[in-house]
């Protein structure tokens, strides 16, 4: 089973430039999430979908962007990125509310 | 805004030995999850406490969730290489989110 697949794995962009992290899970689950990663401050989330069409703002939502068309996938964009981006992302799936997190591998992403 | 603290936020251990780590939050939780990451990974989840005073049991690994629903605490007895990673807590307060705390990241010394 795939599970959580989040693509690139690794990825380098100048400042101002945009893209799309993608992310897609196989499971049927309808809680998606996006977290980023930075030493000493956990992870901590950005948007959360509680379901196709639903989207929602985490704690750290500037600066980016989701949509949430259908169950599988919850794609991220950033607009035009900054290197205070620079970080790890990780997308993750949920069945429901208050149930166990499903993380993908991550995208390692540095803004020069 | 609610925070789930977490500490230390290192620890250094001789392999056999015991570790703890502690979460904190200032707001009644309804649930926490714990959350294991090896060096290079991603987290894995490990398991999630309910009930007021919840403690449960994986092999060397014992988590408590303290009475108020305030506090939780992973133990981890004779510790083994295997063991090494970042540990995380996972707070719910009630909503579909989850609040990460900081993490303990764990070091063995063989």
């Known amino acids: 089973n795939a599970g959580v697949t989040q693509t690139p794995k690794f990825q380098v962009l100048k400042t101002g430039q945009s893209m799309t992290l993608q992310c897609a899970q196989d499971?049927?689950?309808?809680?998606m999430s996006w977290y980023r990663q930075d030493p000493g401050m956990g992870l901590r989330l950005i948007h959360y979908?509680?379901?196709?069409?639903?989207?929602d703002q985490g704690e750290v939502p500037n600066g980016y962007n989701v949509s949430r068309s259908t169950t599988e996938d919850f794609p991220l964009r950033l607009l035009s990125a900054a290197p205070s981006q620079t970080s790890v992302y990780f997308c993750?799936?949920?069945?429901?509310?208050?149930?166990?997190?499903?993380f993908g591998q991550g995208t390692r992403l540095t803004v020069v | 805004g609610q925070q789930v603290m977490q500490i230390p936020q290192y620890q250094h251990v001789q392999e056999g030995e015991d570790f703890t780590t502690y979460c904190n939050s200032s707001?009644?939780?309804?649930?926490i999850q714990w959350y294991k990451q090896r060096p290079g990974g991603h987290p894995v989840f490990l398991i999630q406490l309910v009930k007021s005073g919840e403690v449960k049991k994986q092999k060397r690994l014992t988590f408590q969730f303290g009475e108020a629903k305030k506090n939780s605490s992973l133990h981890i007895t004779a510790t083994q290489t295997t063991d090494v990673g970042t540990y995380f807590c996972?707070?719910?307060?009630?909503?579909?989110?989850?609040?990460f705390g900081t993490g303990t990241r764990l070091t063995i010394i063989p």
């Open positions: 707001t009644t939780l309804s649930n």
């Open positions: 499971m049927n689950h309808e809680y």
């Open positions: 979908s509680v379901g196709a069409g639903i989207t």
């Open positions: 993750a799936s949920s069945p429901g509310k208050n149930t166990e997190a499903f």
């Open positions: 996972a707070g719910n307060f009630g909503n579909e989110k989850l609040t």
